[in-house]
């Protein structure tokens, strides 16, 4: 089987504002030069193009994703969707990158969106590959790796298609609509 191997670069700023994290020098605004390398297998044994010695272009793999990172995660704030910060950032520069996760955007549950991001992408433009594992780097010295399924980490009150990861398109910010009222364990 093959495996196709890419990364791409982004700027971002988050803070944490819950539990433990609360109490850390990560609760004060601040950013990163992030890194995240994506790992795509085959979905089944495949020849390659005969015409182009290739399972899939590497551009039409990687186009909507770095649209993605490119448009939508860089230069971005990446908020916990309960952070009051995100209302007066909304007000005070409405036309920033305001990125909302479910909770605190710790590096793990980036990655986790971030795979299940990517999976709705490939399946939308029916290309025969997986998202075997994600991995996002903060620092030089910090990265995480999922390998695992997005939906069983990520088990939230109704329709998947409400959330911005499980659509194939450039959304990014509209958790807290969703999340309203729900207290994530």
């Avoid at 605004?29 to 899939?56: A, C, D, F, K, Y």
């Avoid at 909304?90 to 990655?111: C, M, Q, S, Y």
């Avoid at 992408?121 to 997986?130: C, I, S």
Wanted: proline share 5%; net charge negative.
């Amino acid at each position: 089987m093959f495996e196709m191997v890419f990364t791409r670069k982004w700027e971002s700023a988050h803070r944490f504002i819950e539990g433990e994290n609360a109490n850390t020098l990560c609760s004060q605004p601040h950013g990163h030069t992030w890194n995240v390398e994506v790992r795509l297998t085959t979905q089944t044994p495949v020849s390659l193009n005969t015409e182009t010695n290739t399972i899939v272009l590497f551009g039409k793999v990687k186009k909507r994703w770095h649209e993605f990172i490119d448009t939508c995660v860089d230069h971005s704030f990446m908020f916990n969707h309960r952070d009051p910060l995100l209302e007066f950032m909304k007000k005070e520069n409405p036309l920033g990158r305001h990125f909302v996760f479910p909770g605190d955007p710790t590096t793990e549950i980036i990655a986790v969106t971030f795979k299940a991001k990517i999976e709705a992408l490939l399946q939308d433009e029916g290309l025969p590959l997986n998202c075997a594992s994600i991995r996002v780097q903060e620092t030089q010295t910090n990265a995480v790796i999922f390998s695992g399924n997005p939906a069983e980490v990520l088990n939230l009150p109704g329709p998947k298609s409400q959330y911005w990861w499980h659509r194939a398109d450039m959304s990014f910010n509209d958790l807290e609509t969703c999340l309203a009222g729900y207290k994530l364990r």
